[in-house]
């Protein structure tokens, strides 16, 4: 794992680059080199900070450089050992990257990312055609910024690899989409002008234009299959994919929680290797958020070397400002500072850690599909001119007056619930509520889905339509980024073996009704409990929350209240005081005020 970085036709010297290159160095401690070459007839620079994963000798480093390309990569490719049989070469290292540079010299760009079993962010430069690619893996595990402004070309693994110059003006419509949404969808970043790489796309440089290609996408088929050959073959995936994340030249560990998608990878890990796996789990002082005991238990049936850190607000106020430094952008999930602990505790004992993420937007965890899905079957039915005519009337609404009924609908985007609703009765239009009440400014409607992403949902298929757009957005933007982040600020690299693209494939691919054959996460619940007892697993969803709700009456309630004070005049900070003393009262915006307390 490690961090890459690139700019094209910069002023910067080369002293300039490599501190610049430095400020990524928590996401590589083993080596640190920026090379130059030339491209279009001007300098282009390439810079990594290597994490030595596979292969932990030093010609294993980057920018690492054949006849024709030369390569930055963070990542891991898990399947490369096997895909040196196509290729026909004398091998110096026993390197993933080596591996790559082959692939590409052999079956060019696209025919070698469709061979790769991984999660990568790649820069390439074909010295020889004279472009650069930059290649994102297709779930979006891995992150990659980009920027081209006045002739200038600039990449990076995280924002704070640009130069100021690059970073002088921050979106107004970032902002409106972080407070709705609790980070910046799609392709957007905080700042104007700096791009995310889309999952699943490349991006080819020639020196002057930039075009961009989705060159993986989600089936839109299912496939005619029973309950029984799709739990073998969701099986058969997990433990190949397993199998292939055990593969390291350091400790590999796993996060567990003692929920389904981590109890699963752990207990499939244990019984993958001949040695005791190290576990580690994070829990709560407060015992209304504490899951820690349920781990131990799982741990404890499985025989793994177990760790737990129980931590309280302390804790929490302590990591606020790393947090802040090391997303670059402001980011509104609350349960990136457990995860941040959690990488913290774990990188103590191992290098790498598997994780459960995906299980739920894979195969239909999330609660909020099933009570969605009734209501959006009957919105489907009306005639759309009825379905504008409850909308208008949705938004027209006082939140107080749906909150009751309506509380579970709330998605992930943590919008106000009668946006939310108004969203459902015109599907896919996600707009803001904060443009009207929280903001000053007005804004236009948010792009949250890409053209080809709505294309591809069914509107005779709720569950399968909201699984999606989590896919699309919620996934890579939220989960998969404090992930990131959490585990990178200490150096040690998170992998997800339930993204296996293979098991994407195949779970989109299967039907609804076999997905919820017997209820949510079906599936992945059946093959669990033949490894762990149902007793240990069976028990309500708790999720990885914080208790921010109690915080802001208590501990962190002067921060709230000073830092509301100090907001701009963007925002409506007499409805934002009504908030905070509705909230003081027993009403919860606990949401509202967590992405108040990261605007920068």
């Known amino acids: 794992m490690c961090s890459i970085m690139g700019y094209y036709n910069t002023k910067q010297s080369l002293e300039e680059i490599e501190q610049l290159n430095r400020t990524l160095s928590h996401r590589g401690v083993d080596n640190s080199q920026v090379k130059e070459y030339i491209f279009a007839g001007n300098r282009l620079s390439l810079g990594h ?98 920027t081209y402004q006045n002739g200038e070309f600039a990449f990076a693994s995280e924002l704070k690899g640009f130069a100021p110059h690059l970073k002088t003006k921050e979106s107004n419509k970032a902002l409106i989409q972080f407070m709705s949404f609790g980070y910046a969808p799609s392709h957007n970043s905080y700042y104007e002008d700096i ?26 088929s299912k496939i005619d299959i029973g309950y029984e050959e799709a739990l073998e073959e969701t099986e058969r995936l997990i433990r190949s994919s397993i199998k292939y994340r055990l593969l390291s030249d350091v400790e590999v560990g796993s996060f567990l929680s003692g929920g389904i998608d981590s109890s699963l990878v752990s207990s499939i890990m244990q019984q993958s290797t001949n040695q005791q796996i190290k576990t580690f789990t994070i829990g709560f002082e407060d015992k209304n958020y504490n899951e820690a005991g349920f781990a131990k238990e ?51 004992k191992v290098t790498v850690a598997l994780s459960g993420d995906g299980g739920d937007e894979l195969f239909l965890g999330y609660d909020r599909y099933f009570f969605t899905d009734k209501y959006y079957k009957i919105f489907n039915k009306m005639p759309q001119f ?50 009207r009440e929280f903001l000053y400014q007005n804004f236009d409607r948010l792009d949250y889905l890409s053209v080809q992403e709505i294309k591809s949902l069914n509107q005779e298929d709720s569950f399968d339509n909201f699984s999606k757009i989590d896919f699309y957005r919620y996934l890579p933007d ?123």
Not at 195 to 220: C, M, Q, V
Not at 535 to 550: A, H
């Open 478 to 600: 939220d989960i998969l980024t404090k992930v990131d982040r959490a585990s990178m600020k200490y150096s040690l690299e998170a992998r997800v073996p339930l993204l296996d693209h293979r098991i994407v494939e195949f779970a989109y691919s299967l039907p609804t009704e076999i997905k919820l054959k017997h209820g949510a996460k079906s599936i992945l619940k059946d093959i669990l409990y033949k490894q762990v007892p149902k007793r240990l697993i069976d028990r309500p969803k708790m999720g990885f929350r914080v208790p921010l709700q109690e915080w802001f009456r208590g501990e962190m309630r002067d921060m709230l209240q000073d830092k509301i004070e100090s907001l701009d005049e963007r925002f409506n900070k007499p409805y934002l005081r009504k908030l905070f003393n509705e909230h003081q009262k027993g009403k919860n915006y606990e949401n509202i005020f967590w992405n108040i307390m990261r605007l920068p």
């Open 298 to 348: 799982v741990a404890e049936h499985i025989g793994s070397d177990h760790y737990e850190y129980i931590f309280g607000v302390d804790d929490v106020i302590a990591l606020m400002a790393d947090m802040d430094r090391y997303y670059d952008e402001p980011f509104g999930d609350a349960s990136a500072l457990p995860t941040m602990l959690l990488s913290k505790f774990t990188k103590e």
């Open 49 to 146: 900070n290597r994490l030595a994963i596979q292969d932990l000798d030093a010609r294993a480093n980057q920018p690492m450089e054949s006849e024709r390309f030369s390569i930055v990569f963070n990542g891991e490719i898990y399947n490369h050992m096997e895909l040196r049989e196509e290729c026909n070469n004398s091998w110096l290292t026993h390197s993933d990257t080596e591996t790559l540079l082959a692939l590409f010299n052999r079956f060019g760009i696209e025919q070698t990312i469709s061979k790769l079993i991984g999660m990568f962010a790649i820069a390439l430069f074909d010295k020889f055609e004279q472009r650069l690619y930059l290649i994102r893996d297709r779930v979006g595990i891995k992150p990659l910024y980009w």
């Open 386 to 435: 009825s379905r504008n005519i409850l909308s208008s009337l949705a938004r027209l609404s006082k939140q107080d007056r749906l909150e009751k009924i309506a509380y579970p609908l709330k998605y992930p985007t943590k919008e106000n619930l009668y946006s939310v609703i108004a969203s459902y009765l015109k599907p896919w239009q996600m707009e803001s509520m904060f443009d």
């Open 195 to 220: 791009y995310k790489l889309e999952a699943g796309h490349l991006l080819i440089f020639d020196g002057e234009t930039i075009k961009k290609k989705r060159y993986w996408s989600l089936p839109n």
